[in-house]
């Protein structure tokens, strides 16, 4: 029974990041990747059932939204290229590169998470110096891999792969010198999921693209890296020791994080995404001879309020509105905010694609249905937490079968196609 509670959890998990994730898919670059961060973070949260992490909810959104969001400033588009061609070196190659840039975004999101996790009033985490060591560390690996070795991932894109690695190196000799071991554990756990979701992701990509479905399967891919870095994300955390911390923040503390999740995060979506150009483009292959400009005027107005709605009712409900200095929360609130955040999210992609004038985009109520599928479920089940530890040699086991079932898949997926469109070469 606890085994099943606990796969069932990792299940709503990995709905949740993939199906933000997935929705992130319409919006790109660090900020779309912060939101689906954010609401990857909560899910756990709301999952652990655990009191005192409800307190901690809007900093450990934060955490996961900063750690994911830095992931994507990572070029990758020519790096999925690499996957769909027709020689085994390429492809493999492709598909460990895509492990390598998923399990990035899991380490740094997953190591933010679990350093919030483990942060208490006794033994705080020196957020100051971690920083500090973090940007050393970006400085310092982007030189040395790329300027001075060049060793080049994806030329002639964007190599800021290597600055995401010598963040993750910083962060991780940051951990062990601060002993901090299960935070180890949930990064590994979310970069392990996240850099698997990404290669398999790819592979389904091409296999879709093959079998002449139509259907998104961009989409499919990105799905894939988020329901297995979500999951990844939630093992870590639910095999791990966390102490018992007093079930609630000062509500001084609360404020900036509120504000980046519901306002600052989604206006950088909003004005980064909701170009004039872009949907008057969409909205005209859908409807060429409908008021483009109208629809396009009301679709970026609607957005733009619908975040000043959402922003203004959450820091009032849960700051404004909240009294005494000390501030706890109840599962219900942080349930409220997280369903609120992942359907803001989800409208947003609506609007962006224009999915309500048409059904050319079906995996858009895809989205939808995942929601309240979420929604029923993730107050249902609650997992019984374990003290797994770190078992190096089982890691590294574990790694090498996960390099064996991309080979596997390379062979697969070379066997299955002549030349794709979009097929890139790296040697």
Not at 32 to 45: C, E, F, T
Not at 86 to 115: C, K, S, W
Not at 164 to 181: E, S
């Amino acid at each position: 029974m606890k085994d099943r509670q606990l796969l069932f959890t990792l299940l709503v998990a990995g709905m949740s990041l993939g199906t933000a994730w997935a929705i992130r898919g319409q919006f790109g670059h660090e900020q779309g990747a912060a939101w689906a961060g954010g609401i990857g973070g909560l899910s756990i949260v709301l999952l652990a059932k655990r009191p005192d992490w409800y307190a901690k909810a809007f900093h450990l959104a934060l955490a996961s939204a900063a750690g994911w969001g830095i992931g994507g400033i990572i070029s990758y588009g020519i790096v999925v290229g690499y996957g769909r061609g027709i020689e085994f070196g390429n492809v493999y190659y492709g598909l460990l590169m895509l492990f390598v840039i998923g399990g990035l975004f899991g380490l740094i999101g997953g190591g933010l998470f679990g350093l919030v996790l483990a942060s208490t009033k006794d033994k705080p985490v020196a957020w100051h110096q971690l920083i500090l060591e973090m940007t050393a560390g970006a400085l310092i690996f982007y030189y040395l891999l790329i300027e001075e070795l060049g060793w080049l991932m994806t030329p002639p894109r964007s190599e800021a792969w290597a600055a995401c690695f010598g963040m993750t190196v910083a962060m991780f000799w940051f951990m062990i010198r601060n002993r901090q071991y299960a935070a180890i554990r949930v990064a590994v756990f979310a970069g392990l999921g996240g850099g698997f979701g990404f290669a398999f992701g790819n592979f389904l990509q091409v296999m879709g693209n093959v079998s002449g479905i139509k259907f998104n399967f961009w989409n499919v891919m990105e799905y894939s890296i988020g329901f297995f870095g979500g999951i990844g994300m939630a093992y870590g955390t639910f095999t791990s020791k966390w102490e018992q911390q007093e079930a609630g923040v000062p509500k001084n503390s609360i404020l900036v994080p509120l504000v980046i999740l519901t306002l600052i995060i989604p206006f950088i979506v909003w004005d980064q995404s909701f170009g004039t150009e872009r949907i008057l483009n969409t909205v005209q292959e859908i409807s060429p001879t409908g008021d483009g400009t109208g629809i396009t005027r009301y679709v970026q107005w609607i957005a733009l309020l619908l975040i000043a709605g959402y922003a203004c009712y959450f820091i009032y409900v849960n700051y404004q509105k909240r009294k005494g200095g000390v501030l706890s929360f109840s599962f219900d609130s942080v349930r409220l905010f997280f369903l609120a955040n992942l359907s803001v999210y989800t409208i947003y992609s609506i609007l962006i694609t224009c999915a309500f004038m048409s059904t050319y985009r079906i995996e858009q109520y895809l989205y939808v249905v995942n929601v309240v599928i979420i929604g029923l479920l993730v107050g249902k089940f609650e997992p019984s937490f374990t003290d797994r530890g770190l078992n190096i040699n089982r890691w590294f086991i574990n790694l090498i079968f996960v390099l064996a079932i991309i080979a596997l898949l390379t062979a697969v997926a070379v066997s299955s196609h002549g030349e794709l469109k979009g097929a890139q070469s790296r040697f």
